[in-house]
């Protein structure tokens, strides 16, 4: 297990939503301390403010996309790219959970859930781990 991943889960244990989980692991990837990663996140966590719309593990992927992949220029230098390597992370995570929006996920439709939480957690870190650090 990498260091991210056990820092993910340690963090979920501690009560962090999913995205807060999944970003802060990354702060020192990120330059951004963990309190203000924290907040950023916050309101991504169950689904995008507990409706059960994508799914905060991989929110929280997708904002680490954003904060090491934009050059944070209005020229749009790095625009095409980040959407490239985000729909990459989306496309992982939707691979090993079956789905990336909560209440596909968590089987609310179905009854029968893709997954866990803390499967979503290792989908999001393993994909940024592989997609934006290899």
Do not use: W
């Amino acid at each position: 297990m990498s260091k991210y991943l056990e820092k993910a889960f340690e963090l979920h244990n501690k009560g962090y939503n999913c995205a807060q989980a999944v970003l802060c692991a990354f702060a020192d990837k990120t330059g951004i301390d963990e309190v203000t990663l924290y907040k950023i996140s916050e309101g991504l966590g169950a689904g995008m403010g507990n409706r059960k719309n994508t799914c905060g593990a991989l929110t929280g992927a997708v904002a680490l996309c954003g904060l090491v992949s934009s050059s944070g220029g209005v020229d749009n230098s790095t625009k095409s790219g980040t959407y490239k390597t985000t729909a990459k992370i989306v496309d992982e995570f939707e691979n090993d959970c079956g789905a990336f929006i909560c209440s596909e996920i968590k089987g609310s439709d179905t009854g029968t859930p893709t997954a866990s939480c803390d499967d979503c957690i290792k989908a999001a870190v393993e994909a940024a781990e592989k997609i934006l650090f290899n």
